[in-house]
């Protein structure tokens, strides 16, 4: 990827980098060590014309939908510093996916607050109170979409969102999203501003902002876009390694040039509208949920292994359920959990030891590539663990096919959102795509095992030696609506 050519779109410090040797030599030579130092915490010279959220004019909320390694989160970390700077004493929401991501990205980050500062001037943390303390009198706070009802009476002037395309529709006790509480709460001052950084996804949360973004008779949402190519800050190398792998696909045009996908593409297997109209919402953490699964007589932890020891490969770990019809094709298929995960093979080992004693399931993995090698790490582990080796013998492609029939069929119900795994289902291109699709796998033979062909020794209960009987029906009531 080479760097844009038109000058308007660039930082001052990508012109400099443009300029010939000598000339960024005696620019650097001319400045005092204050002025470097300065520099270095000189938003307006870092970022591009299109990271600067200005004062005016005025929108109650700015979306900036862009795609990874844009800078997003700089911008968030700017933009509460500006704001903080011109409004002594003003209150901040920071809101993201879960408190584990809004400390250690939106605050503690590479990018975050705490790096928009240098040292001296860094406001005070209290990481068990999640409260950030501005010299000026300002206090923030960060919250996780986890626990809508945790915004009930909060209020603030400016707002900070992170990677909103990424949150499960958790609805609280008076039917409202953590989104919903977010816009309410932002109501002090004359002028309170919300700002939203995320990948864009294809959610109803997304379509609705940016709808309005676009609507010429409301002025309430200042839509921003971008592309990864935009950092230069970025390595050629890395560029040139990411658009290489995913040139041509739906996830490059949804996680790299940021651009918002209207459709399913034509290539995909699964269509977005069988994952959205039979999904079942239910509030994480409370009885009616804990209920509502262990009422799911099958399941079992679905695993496509990495084969490689390398932290950074990722390893495919799904929970899946089913109801116990001796029919397969009457019974009906829960996506319960996603916790695939980037690891080593001694660290996901023990991520599905502990889902199969939590769900008190069986395993079901792959063996084409490692042999017999996980099954034995897992039984090393916890031999009470039943372990259930499957061969693929089908195209990645036909197996998929197979399990999106259920789909079609409106019998499979994604428990909540599984963002990342639901991307890969509505963007993989078996066509096209060049990695492989490591959630999907693990998915597929899920939903093989459970609803296509049961595997010999497929039990469930099989932890604590018992079986649970009976089947849950599918009910409207289940699903957690808005009042």
Same mark, same amino acid.
């Given at each position: ?5 038109? $000058? ?31 520099? #270095? ?7 591009? /014309? ?22 997003? $989160? ?43 500062? /240098? ?100 002025? $309430? ?35 790299? #040039? ?52 390398? /932290? ?53 993995? #792959? ?5 017999? $090698? ?55 291109? /078996? ?53």
């Amino acid at each position: 990827m080479t760097a844009p050519t038109d $000058t308007s779109m660039l930082s001052k410090a990508q012109i400099l980098a443009t300029l010939p040797e000598q000339d960024r030599i005696d620019i650097i030579e001319s400045m005092t060590p204050d002025q470097l130092r300065d520099l #270095e915490y000189d938003w307006s010279f870092w970022a591009r /014309p299109n990271q600067i959220i200005p004062m005016e004019p005025y929108y109650n909320v700015t979306l900036v939908s862009a795609g990874r390694g844009f800078g997003k $989160t700089r911008m968030g970390a700017e933009f509460i510093k500006q704001r903080v700077e011109e409004n002594p004493g003003c209150r901040i929401l920071l809101l993201a996916r879960t408190t584990q991501d809004a400390r250690d990205t939106m605050v503690f980050g590479e990018s975050g607050i705490l790096s928009v500062y /240098p040292d001296e001037e860094q406001p005070e943390v209290n990481k068990s109170t999640g409260e950030i303390r501005w010299a000026n009198g300002s206090i923030g706070v960060w919250r996780s979409a986890e626990a809508p009802d945790s915004l009930r009476g909060t209020q603030f002037h400016y707002g900070w969102c992170d990677e909103l395309a990424a949150y499960s529709p958790w609805i609280g006790v008076d039917g409202l999203t953590a989104w919903d509480n977010m816009r309410i709460a932002g109501r002090l001052g004359q002028k309170p501003e919300i700002l939203v950084t995320t990948t864009p996804k294809r959610t109803k949360i997304m379509r609705d902002l940016i709808d309005e973004a676009r609507d010429p008779e409301k002025h $309430t949402i200042r839509l921003v876009t971008g592309k990864t190519s935009e950092n230069t800050a970025l390595s050629k190398a890395y560029q040139d390694t990411i658009y290489g792998s995913f040139a041509g696909t739906s996830i490059a045009k949804q996680e790299l #040039e940021g651009e918002m996908l209207d459709e399913t593409p034509e290539g995909a297997i699964w269509d977005e509208k069988d994952i959205e109209d039979n999904r079942v919402v239910i509030i994480p953490d409370t009885p009616e949920y804990d209920r509502f699964i262990s009422k799911i007589p099958l399941k079992l932890i679905a695993v496509d292994p990495s084969v490689s020891n390398k /932290p950074n490969d990722l390893c495919g770990i799904v929970v899946v359920g089913a109801t116990k019809n001796r029919e397969l094709y009457r019974r009906h298929g829960y996506v319960i959990e996603d916790a695939s995960m980037q690891a080593s093979s001694d660290v996901w080992v023990k991520e599905v030891v502990r889902l199969a004693i939590k769900y008190n399931a069986p395993v079901v993995i #792959e063996t084409n590539q490692g042999g017999d $090698t996980f099954e034995n790490m897992i039984k090393a582990e916890n031999p009470a663990v039943v372990v259930i080796p499957i061969k693929a013998t089908k195209s990645k492609a036909v197996r998929a096919e197979g399990a999106n029939h259920p789909y079609e069929q409106g019998r499979v119900h994604h428990i909540n959102t599984h963002t990342e795994l639901e991307l890969q289902q509505t963007t993989w291109e /078996p066509d096209i795509a060049k990695d492989s699709p490591d959630r999907v796998d693990a998915l597929v033979h899920g939903l093989t095992a459970l609803l296509i062909t049961t595997p010999k020794g497929l039990v469930s209960g099989t932890i604590k030696g018992r079986r649970p009987t009976g089947k849950i029906p599918i009910r409207r009531s289940t699903i957690v609506k808005r009042r």
